[in-house]
């Protein structure tokens, strides 16, 4: 078509008279119900749309906020304060962790056993004085001498204290041992050790003041020449004082605490726990399934028999 010869389909357009509409205009929307109005009709009837910048770039003016309004939240303020949430209690201080009363409870058992332990040395005492033998002696001038040159009397009742104290020692080390089976350990040694020696220590002051009184009233009393009788008393052991001040225990008076020693730590080294104190046993039921569901190592192939075949290489 040339600018001279126009489309006759074309509707001519006068100036100054508004465009007709195509057909495609005219046509309703899309899905539209009957006899809906073209979208040109929709647009026209609306005005133009206030968030659209005016045609020459003027900017449509602010559309004014309503009284009792706030223009952040345009819901109406009503005075009245909004809902907050309830604020969470103080939390009060934290308190300071309590001391843990297990060391405290293991000393306080091991002190009770200790002291258990002294209190049995004063029938080894009884014991010793009955089975050591007293030494004969003689009134003299100034004093009780024996009534023989060498006699074998205070040995013995030596031999005794020595014997009896190592095995009060030995059954004193089991006896923690097996009752104090939850503080193994230290706590149980130095139990033991302690209750040991202050049992040595009570056994040889009851023995040796069994029949102390009757020896000093005869030793008082009774005419020069007349023999009487020592009761045992330990020559090999005892308690000296340093300096009037500390005393310094010796001889077989440490026996008991050495028994003690000796047994807690042979069955310390032969316990089958490590921490020395019972652990539960696994129970069969659990070691059953847990071997029932570990496979088994797949079994080694057989070697070959000596004529079979070689299976073809590659």
Do not use: C
């Amino acid at each position: 078509m040339s600018p001279d010869t126009p489309d006759p389909d074309r509707p001519v357009v006068h100036p100054g008279e508004p465009e007709p509409a195509t057909s495609a205009e005219a046509e309703p929307r899309a899905g539209g119900p009957a006899g809906a109005e073209p979208y040109a009709a929709d647009a026209a009837r609306s005005g133009p749309d206030p968030r659209t910048p005016a045609e020459g770039g003027a900017t449509p003016a602010p559309v004014p906020t309503p009284p009792g309004t706030d223009p952040v939240d345009p819901r109406p303020q009503t005075g009245e304060a909004a809902p907050t949430t309830a604020a969470e209690p103080p939390r009060p201080a934290a308190a300071l962790p309590e001391p843990d009363p297990a060391p405290r409870r293991a000393w306080a058992g091991a002190v009770g056993t200790g002291l258990a332990l002294a209190v049995l040395g004063a029938p080894l005492g009884l014991l010793w004085a009955a089975l050591a033998p007293g030494t004969p002696v003689i009134k003299a001038t100034l004093g009780a001498v024996y009534a023989d040159t060498q006699p074998e009397q205070p040995i013995a009742a030596d031999s005794w204290f020595s014997l009896l104290g190592l095995g009060f020692g030995v059954l004193a080390g089991v006896a923690v041992w097996f009752v104090l089976r939850r503080r193994r350990g230290p706590v149980g040694l130095v139990s033991a050790v302690l209750g040991a020696f202050a049992a040595a220590v009570v056994a040889w002051q009851v023995g040796r003041r069994v029949g102390l009184a009757e020896f000093d009233r005869l030793l008082a009393t009774a005419p020069e020449g007349q023999a009487f009788t020592k009761p045992a008393d330990l020559r090999a052991g005892g308690i000296e004082w340093l300096y009037g001040v500390l005393p310094v225990p010796h001889g077989n008076l440490l026996l008991p605490a050495f028994g003690a020693a000796v047994t807690y730590t042979l069955l310390a080294g032969w316990s089958r726990w490590p921490s020395l104190r019972p652990e539960p046993e696994p129970d069969p039921a659990e070691l059953s399934w847990a071997s029932a569901g570990t496979p088994a190592p797949p079994a080694a192939p057989e070697p070959p028999a000596p004529g079979a075949a070689e299976p073809p290489r590659g």
